[in-house]
């Protein structure tokens, strides 16, 4: 069983969650100068005395806004691009899948950072901006590997790394879980997941899920043209087969 | 010739589209309430009486920036939408390369639309609204209409049409023309729509320029195999062919 200390942690860090996604979607919503500390808490329903057991400040709150879910990128891409232990196809797929969650369960943050990053005063306009470098970076690597590998198509690394950037970014500004309630942030993330793979991986190499082999390519390619000569009635002669 | 007037005419369309591009610029930057007609002209280096030559004032500016390329872009996917001499396999090469030329060569406004979403007022707000669900509509049907005609894989279309968008509106945030001067907005517009097809497209739709037909179908497959074939010594007992 948790112990009080452990239920603890996890309350304050639930708790200081739901004040960083509320604060996002106010500071995005009147700016960041015309939003107040009252403001934030009339918004949570608490007091501005219990806000304060949660965060040091206004400045505070912004900049763990703004290196929390940019950081967390950047460290995981660069994670994915380093692992030695995993296929192209698959680190691909992890991070996909991993930023589209991100985005789906933390909408307001993403639209607060991206919608607010001219106005950013420093030394959070370099870190914002040196995470995001760091996160191109590691997608890059990721889709230049499959490249090498034959798994993508020779696509130009940093035009599909922003392509897959855009595709998972976006969903901060359409999925809402309470209004699309029917799709999960999980089927989401698997729809996108293989829209970006089709779109990158070579012919070959159908859908990330299939085995990637030369044997199992020609399994498949062996079964299109079968099911594609019924369907036309054009037939091949006998193979003896 | 073009006429004395004719020129006038050109000359004020490309000024009038210069001071929406720095005005929506500087709106992003320092927001909408914070930025007056004066800071505008001295972006432009002209005086505030020459500018009111091209603009009616501030508001109407706000107005003709929200409903500038929100509508140009619902007119344009529900143009191709309903386009009964086009298949959907161009519907879509055409929507996905127009609205990526929109987005590289007028970045500022778009990331001002979608920054400042929450805090356009009305009727501005609805309308806004309004010419993004249409878009929303017309995309979602060229989707539609590809997967019914089996070009297209059996995708959600709402989810795959804002997996487009995204892609498509991204190159506001990354794509600059005089600092990624090597890479023309063709060239992107070029590189993205080739993701976005592959990302939608049935497998036996390779690409959008191939041929359509079963035929073309059955002759990429049977190219495929004997390359297999012969890269991995795999033969197939002879067809007496």
Chains 1, 2 share one sequence.
């Not at 505070?60 to 879910?69: K, M, Q, R, S, W």
């Amino acid at each position: 069983m948790a112990s009080a200390k452990q239920q603890s942690g996890v309350r304050k860090q639930l708790v200081s969650n739901e004040i960083l996604e509320r604060a996002a979607a106010l500071f995005a919503e009147r700016g960041f100068a015309a939003t107040n500390l009252q403001d934030v808490a009339d918004a949570l329903d608490m007091s501005r005395t219990a806000l304060y057991h949660y965060i040091g400040g206004k400045d505070e709150l912004l900049a763990t806004l703004v290196h929390g879910l940019t950081d967390d990128t950047a460290e995981s891409l660069e994670r994915l691009a380093a692992d030695q232990s995993l296929d192209p196809l698959t680190k691909m797929t992890k991070a996909l899948h991993g930023m589209v969650l991100a985005r789906a369960n933390n909408p307001a943050r993403i639209r607060l950072l991206l919608g607010s990053e001219g106005s950013l005063k420093e030394p959070l306009a370099t870190e914002f901006r040196e995470a995001r470098r760091r996160s191109l970076d590691g997608m890059s690597r990721i889709v230049e590997e499959g490249v090498r590998a034959g798994a993508f198509r020779p696509v130009e690394s940093h035009v599909a790394a922003f392509a897959l950037f855009g595709m998972c970014n976006w969903v901060a500004w359409w999925y809402r879980p309470d209004r699309d309630g029917r799709q999960t942030p999980e089927m989401i993330a698997d729809a996108l997941v293989e829209i970006g793979m089709k779109g990158l991986c070579a012919d070959s190499h159908r859908a990330a899920s299939d085995g990637n082999s030369v044997q199992s390519a020609l399994a498949r390619l062996r079964e299109d043209l079968a099911f594609l000569e019924r369907a036309t009635g054009v037939l091949q002669p006998s193979t003896g087969e």
